[in-house]
T-cell receptor, first 112, second 114 residues
């Protein structure tokens, strides 16, 4: 089954404790991206990747890191999480930025 | 820089009535435009997209949208609302030529009144 998987689905952590949210897709897509969804703000793109070893900033990259060492994986790293990073995070993949994005199920992160 | 404005964070329509969700965009180059739908506690799924072919785009579940360059709009419509259409709808824009970001609007929550 074609899908985008994210782990964990739910995470509660404390300020400053490094964490990684994994994202994996099995569709051989080249374009992958991370979004955060907040009430009243819609989805905002954090980072995107056009291909392996190629990443670029979206609209809200501060406080986040990503890497794209393999085509299928695109982890999101929060080196020192803060409460304002409490949000619902979605990973997505597609062939490119003008084709359909396939979204993962979301990760609800709470930073205390 | 590209941007998207969705007028109306909440829209309510009666079952069987016309659905109209508004989206205006800003882009310095010909844009790619999308409408996505999000049902409660789910991820987003594509309704339809415009990529410079026909200006009237038909999508899934009876939705369609018309690209109007002169008005920089891409409004989503459905002739007759169904209870199952209750969801949040997002308009999005992307460009090319070295800017492959995807920018979403703030969303419109559609409520269907029985």
């Amino acid at each position: 089954e074609a899908q985008v998987t994210q782990n964990p689905r739910y995470l509660i952590t404390v300020t400053g404790k490094k964490l990684t949210v994994t994202c994996s897709q099995n569709m051989n897509h080249e374009y992958m991206s991370w979004y955060r969804q907040d009430p009243g703000l819609g989805l905002r793109q954090i980072y995107y990747s056009m291909n392996v070893e190629v990443t670029d900033k979206g609209d809200v990259p501060e406080g986040y890191k990503v890497s794209r060492k393999e085509k299928r994986n695109f982890p999101l790293i929060l080196e020192s999480p803060s409460p304002n990073q409490t949000s619902l995070y979605f990973c997505a993949s597609s062939w490119d930025n003008y084709n359909e994005q396939f979204f993962g199920p979301g990760t609800r992160l709470t930073v205390l | 820089a590209q941007s998207v404005t969705q007028l109306g964070s909440h829209v309510s329509v009666s079952e069987g009535a016309l659905v109209l969700l508004r989206c205006n965009y800003s882009s310095s180059v010909p844009p790619y435009l999308f409408w996505y739908v999000q049902y409660p506690n789910q991820g987003l799924q594509l309704l339809l997209k415009y990529t410079s072919a026909a200006t009237l785009v038909k999508g899934i579940n009876g939705f369609e949208a018309e690209f109007k360059k002169s008005e920089t709009s891409f409004h989503l419509t459905k002739p007759s609302a169904h209870m199952s259409d209750a969801a949040e709808y997002f308009c999005a824009v992307s460009e090319d030529f070295g800017n492959e970001k995807l920018t979403f609007g703030t969303g419109t929550r559609l409520t269907i009144i029985p």
